[in-house]
């Protein structure tokens, strides 16, 4: 594949160009389970990957997610909302506060993949003990309790949910290591 990548684009790149084309692509191929289609027309190449419907995004997660009965948590950045769902059934919403301009909140598709009762959640500048029901989804970002505040509605965090602590208690509860999680806005 390299050889016939360079080939074709060897009129309408420089060298350097090209590799790095060539790499990208290589490297599309290797991390997704569809080959990419690479269309060459003059000067002009494209290059396109039709997406896995796991990787494709948060709305076609959630349309998937409806269709089934399983339980998940939907995290709207815009509307400063969490809701948990079973199915396309609305469980419970409760507002949050996600991560401010500067530690935003990260969007995607995730998981929960641990749970603690209390924890203690320190970083670059802040160390905070015994917050409560957190739920890591990725790394060191949680849904968890907020003792702290109580500026529900608006972003302030340092990229974690923020929920009250009331709110989080619940949602520890009834959410399972596991438990699907999209954020999007």
């Known amino acids: 594949m390299r050889t016939y990548l360079r080939s074709m684009f060897s009129n309408a790149f420089s060298t350097k160009t090209i590799g790095s084309l060539v790499g990208t692509i290589a490297l599309a191929a290797v991390m997704s389970p569809v080959m990419p289609t690479v269309q060459h027309q003059g000067n002009e190449v494209s290059v396109t990957m039709a997406m896995p419907s796991a990787v494709a995004g948060p709305k076609s997660e959630m349309a998937r997610l409806k269709k089934g009965k399983q ?60 917050v409560p029901h957190a739920m890591f989804y990725d790394g060191g970002y949680a849904i968890h309790g907020a003792y702290w505040h109580n500026s529900f509605g608006t ?6 949910v923020n929920m009250s602590e009331s709110g989080a208690q619940w949602l520890y509860g009834w959410a399972k290591v596991g438990t699907p999680i999209v954020i999007h806005y």
Do not use: H
């Open 71 to 130: 339980r998940w948590i939907e995290v709207n950045l815009t509307t400063q909302r969490l809701i948990a769902w079973e199915g396309k059934n609305w469980v419970d919403a409760r507002v949050i506060s996600s991560g401010k301009r500067s530690t935003p909140t990260l969007t995607g598709v995730f998981a929960i993949q641990t749970k603690y009762r209390s924890t203690t959640m320190s970083g670059e500048g802040y160390s905070m003990p015994d």
């Open 155 to 160: 972003p302030v965090s340092r990229g974690c």
